[in-house]
DNA sequence: GGAGTATATGCGTGTAAAGGTATATAAAGG
DNA sequence: CCTTTATATACCTTTACACGCATATACTCC
């Protein structure tokens, strides 16, 4: 777990991360909104900082987590590069867009999946 | 491997797909300048390709990859939510003291521009 | 057709990470 | 104190993925 991109491959995490860009959480309020047991939340938040992606207070009890910048930077900087390429491909975009959808705590199919395709072709997606 | 992100966690395939940005290449031509062997090369470009990072084209017995630019948006989109946040951090409070600085008529302003955070500032790139 | 080259894939293996459950730590409140 | 609340951690199990090696496929040229 040495990269800010192996960090952010876990879905779970970057729903966490994308729960703190309106304000700072608790452990409880991230267990509660995303619907996930509370050791998972506290497991996720300790991987987030010690990879820099957050930081917490003490209040009482409660730990309150907020996002720290500097992680975020580094993936930024490393998209840079494929920045130009893809800015000529703007439309092609939106089509691929509509295909995500917003991924929750359980939904998001986490194991088990065996291949036996011999494909040639891009593969679609789910 | 279900999302983009998972991709590029792995640091060979971020090296491939690095390379790709000047221009395409044959699975020898990464092969060798990655130093990985090749059955390596192609399962990574096969994930790739499948994830819609690359496409492929025949040359004879040999196969040209490119780079594709979906995914990448993908992340990109994800990472824009923080680009605001970090960027109130750091870019634009500074850009926009430096633009303060250069539009005063006369600037007698100092330059030692120190601004307060409510939050531990961000620490220089490594 | 056969040899040589270029790439893809199958299989077995080790490893690490994620989840579940239980428990430990810590603070607050009666 | 003892209990309740909030969070962290330890242990265990499962699984997926990355790798190495061997082999299959495919194209070219003689």
Redesign the pocket.
């Known amino acids: 777990?040495?990269s800010a991109f192996?960090?952010i491959?876990?879905?779970?995490?970057r729903a966490i991360l994308s729960l703190l860009v309106s304000s700072q959480q608790?452990?409880?309020?991230?267990?509660h909104q995303l619907r996930?047991?509370?050791?998972?939340?506290?497991?996720?938040?300790?991987?987030l900082?010690d990879a820099g992606f957050v930081e917490?207070t003490?209040?009482?009890?409660?730990?309150?987590?907020r996002l720290k910048p500097e992680p975020f930077q580094e993936v930024d900087a490393w998209l840079a590069q494929f920045r130009r390429f893809w800015s000529a491909h703007v439309d092609a975009l939106e089509r691929h867009l509509d295909r995500m959808d917003h991924q929750q705590?359980?939904s998001s199919t986490?194991?088990?999946?065996?291949?036996?395709?011999?494909?040639?072709r891009p593969k679609p997606r789910t």
């Open positions: 777990m040495e192996e960090i491959a876990e879905p779970n995490r608790s452990v409880g309020e991230i267990e996930m047991p509370q050791p998972t939340v506290s497991k996720h938040l300790r991987v900082r917490s003490v209040d009482a009890q409660r730990r309150l987590y705590y359980g986490p194991t088990k999946r065996k291949t036996k395709e011999k494909t040639t």
